[in-house]
T-cell receptor, first 112, second 114 residues
Framework: GDSVTQMEGPVTLSEEAFLTINCTYTATGYPSLFWYVQYPGEGLQLLLKATKADDKGSNKGFEATYRKETTSFHLEKGSVQVSDSAVYFCALSLQGAQKLVFGQGTRLTINP | GAGVSQSPSNKVTEKGKDVELRCDPISGHTALYWYRQSLGQGLEFLIYFQGNSAPDKSGLPSDRFSAERTGGSVSTLTIQRTQQEDSAVYLC????????????FGPGTRLTVL
């Protein structure tokens, strides 16, 4: 079945460090890919998305490129801030399937 | 309202009792989703409503779970004869027309079954 696999957490970095959170997927069709973020005490928010191969989604300094050849959608940020501390979820959605299929989430902590 | 709202924010119940969880989607959004977030299972899809179409119930874990959406707006998720494994955060989301539209999530209802 369709699934998303994220790198194991938790991840702890120092402020201004480079961030990569790996995400790979398995899908029977041609999915759209998403990164959602859950800040402490808040609901899930869409961070970025990409709907076709080689698309790059970006927001708040975060980027992820849809790589069909490697079935990946890794999240990157060049210089993280304490305010980026949150849980990050990679997800896919297949046309006609409507639902989001989520990875297990990666907890990120940024220390000053 | 500005976003998706859910009530109650927290619910503690005894095993075997029935519970109802409410979701108010963003005004004008025709698609509504329920998900469950639990430690053991992560984030799981439960059910999807789109306009007047029959709901997609493929994610409901058992026949103790049901949901309805009245008037194309407010939705209620009902869990009958609750079990301890039902303890989780229940999330509601809505999107403008479904499909690949962005889903906007509510703050969730934390359900604890004692």
């Amino acid at each position: 079945g369709d699934s998303v696999t994220q790198m194991e957490g938790p991840v702890t970095l120092s402020e201004e460090a480079f961030l990569t959170i790996n995400c790979t997927y398995t899908a029977t069709g041609y999915p759209s890919l998403f990164w959602y973020v859950q800040y402490p005490g808040e609901g899930l928010q869409l961070l970025l998305k990409a709907t076709k191969a080689d698309d790059k989604g970006s927001n708040k300094g975060f980027e992820a490129t849809y790589r069909k050849e490697t079935t990946s959608f890794h999240l990157e940020k060049g210089s993280v801030q304490v305010s980026d501390s949150a849980v990050y979820f990679c997800a896919l959605s297949l046309q006609g399937a409507q639902k989001l299929v989520f990875g297990q989430g990666t907890r990120l902590t940024i220390n000053p | 309202g500005a976003g998706v709202s859910q009530s109650p924010s927290n619910k503690v119940t005894e095993k075997g009792k029935d519970v109802e969880l409410r979701c108010d989607p963003i005004s004008g959004h025709t698609a509504l989703y329920w998900y469950r977030q639990s430690l053991g299972q992560g984030l799981e899809f439960l059910i999807y409503f789109q306009g007047n179409s029959a709901p997609d119930k493929s994610g409901l874990p058992s026949d103790r779970f049901s949901a309805e959406r009245t008037g194309g707006s407010v939705s209620t998720l009902t869990i009958q004869r609750t079990q301890q494994e039902d303890s989780a955060v229940y999330l509601c989301a809505s999107s403008l027309t479904g499909g690949w539209d962005t889903q906007y999530f509510g703050p969730g209802t934390r359900l604890t079954v004692l």
